[in-house]
């Protein structure tokens, strides 16, 4: 039984990886508002707050710092989902 669980969770987690790519912005931001890794801009310094479930963890300058390591991270996380143990 958790072996089929495993390959349920893996094909979801594959879907959401493939929507992270979509060209549709709303099914994009669909899977982004359930990812842990975000960023936000605090209007009062003017940098970019890097997030880790909500929780400031880094801050920058460069708007595309921000989304490449939160990109990358929710990457990282979904893929620990589709392979698990077996990572590439």
Not at 2 to 18: F, G, H, P, V, Y
Not at 26 to 49: C, I, S
Request: charged share 35%; hydrophobic share 45%.
């Amino acid at each position: 039984m958790s072996d089929e669980l495993e390959k349920i969770r893996a094909r979801r987690a594959k879907k959401r990886l493939e929507a992270l790519d979509s060209e549709d912005e709303a099914v994009r931001q669909e899977v982004m508002d359930t990812l842990p890794w975000a960023f936000r801009l605090n209007k009062g310094t003017g940098f970019l707050e890097i997030l880790q479930n909500e929780q400031m963890v880094a801050i920058t300058q460069d708007p595309r710092f921000a989304e490449l390591v939160t990109d990358v991270l929710n990457r990282i996380l979904i893929a620990d989902e589709i392979f698990g143990e077996d990572l590439p």
